[in-house]
């Protein structure tokens, strides 16, 4: 199993970011999929959360009405668009199937900053 997550850097306040996750090692289109969030000394957190056939979505309450997940199963790809970005949701992002056994990946970093 494998995730590879990118599309991080730096962006102002009330900026944009895609993130984009390609996993590997499993049968991407029979998984849910989530992202979480790491935050310096804080524990991860679950962000958001996506359906095998990407018909359902979830968000944590900080991040809805900003945060959009969707995925392609042809690619083995699930993504975060990110709008509306703020200081707080600086933090390492990363991506894992749900109930998929095997290591995270090494994330992609988002800092919010003027």
């Known amino acids: 199993v494998q995730y590879v997550e990118s599309g991080g850097g730096l962006v102002q306040p009330g900026g944009s970011l895609r993130l984009s996750c390609t996993a590997s090692?499993?049968?991407?289109?029979?998984?849910?999929m989530m992202w979480y969030r790491q935050a310096p000394g804080k524990e991860r957190e679950l962000v958001a959360a996506i359906g095998s056939t990407g018909g359902t979505t979830n968000y944590a309450d900080s991040v809805k009405g900003r945060f959009t997940i969707s995925r392609d199963n042809a690619k083995n790809t699930v993504y975060l668009q990110m709008n509306s970005l703020k200081p707080e949701d600086t933090a390492v992002y990363y991506c894992?199937?749900?109930?998929?056994?095997?290591?995270w990946g090494q994330g992609t970093q988002v800092t919010v900053s003027s």
């Open positions: 090692g499993f049968i991407f289109s029979s998984y849910n």
């Open positions: 894992k199937g749900l109930a998929v056994f095997g290591p």
